[in-house]
């Protein structure tokens, strides 16, 4: 099971270190994830990578990178894979919703991007989505038929944007880590509902089952805070955002995430 945060571009730099400081705190004070069953990694912006490499050295958490080019050479203000190796870096999102609307990122970039970081031996954290919100998607009620049919439909446009993202090469889908993140949820007051995001996964997970890779981690972004995760099925984490800016609720998640694979 998967912990994880991004800071996207909202600390500084002194503020980056101060929290990098807390979430080291939080991990140190939780012995149990020396065991490996929850893995814990944050994301913090391109300047903090090798401070953040110091910070965290020694401790079970993995860092990672908001985003990388697709090769070496003259690529004017990337940063690619091979770099980001050598500073440390274990995960690199990529095709992130922000990334493909405003920056014109295709499926054709973003595979590019994934393979460049699985041959530098870097995790890709490949971020899928559906843009609108069907039936019962959201907090309300809404009848199990139409809900369930709009988390198939979700399913099957988030399969489309692996195959997309991998050129259908399911060998190398077998090493990413899937970050489902509803765009319409990305910054919303609320996750998409618990129901709703389990359902996805299940229906996903039975269309990777035909490559053999049903236990492809997946795990859920998108207003995701402490709470949510214990009242998800077939999800294998958390990918939070502005609520794990506070390092408490990190470290909420944490142990909800401990709680749950001591169940398992």
């Known amino acids: 099971m998967y912990v994880g945060v991004s800071t996207k571009m909202y600390l500084g730099y002194a503020d980056s270190l101060r929290w990098l400081g807390e979430l ?75 990334r493909r609307r405003h920056f014109g990122e295709d499926d054709a970039m973003i595979g590019l991007k994934v393979k460049a970081a699985d041959d530098a031996g870097i995790i890709p954290l490949l971020c899928v989505g559906e843009e609108t919100a069907g039936p019962g998607a959201g907090t309300g009620s809404a009848s199990e038929t139409p809900a369930d049919a709009a988390a198939e439909a979700a399913a099957s446009f988030v399969y489309g944007q692996i195959e997309a993202a991998t050129g259908g090469d399911w060998a190398l889908a077998s090493r990413l880590v899937i970050a489902y993140e509803p765009v319409w949820a990305i910054g919303a007051a609320e996750p998409a509902s618990a129901g709703y995001v389990s359902a996805v996964v299940h229906h996903l997970r039975g269309r990777l ?3 053999g890779l049903r236990d492809l981690p997946i795990i859920y972004g998108g207003s995701a805070k402490p709470g949510l995760l214990p009242t998800l099925d077939s999800v294998s984490g958390l990918f939070l955002g502005r609520f794990a800016h506070d390092a408490a609720n990190f470290g909420k998640v944490l142990d909800e995430a401990l709680t749950v694979t001591a169940a398992d």
Request: glycine share 10%; aromatic share 6%; net charge negative.
């Open 24 to 98: 080291r705190s939080e991990v140190d004070a939780r012995p149990a994830l020396a065991a490996g069953r929850v893995v814990p990694f944050v994301i913090p912006s391109f300047p903090m990578l090798p401070a953040a490499a110091e910070l965290l050295a020694g401790s079970p958490v993995l860092l990672g990178a908001q985003d990388c080019g697709w090769a070496d050479g003259p690529w004017t203000g990337e940063v690619s894979p091979s770099l980001l190796a050598e500073l440390g870096v274990r995960v690199v999102e990529i095709g992130h919703a922000e």
């Open 209 to 211: 089952a035909a490559h």
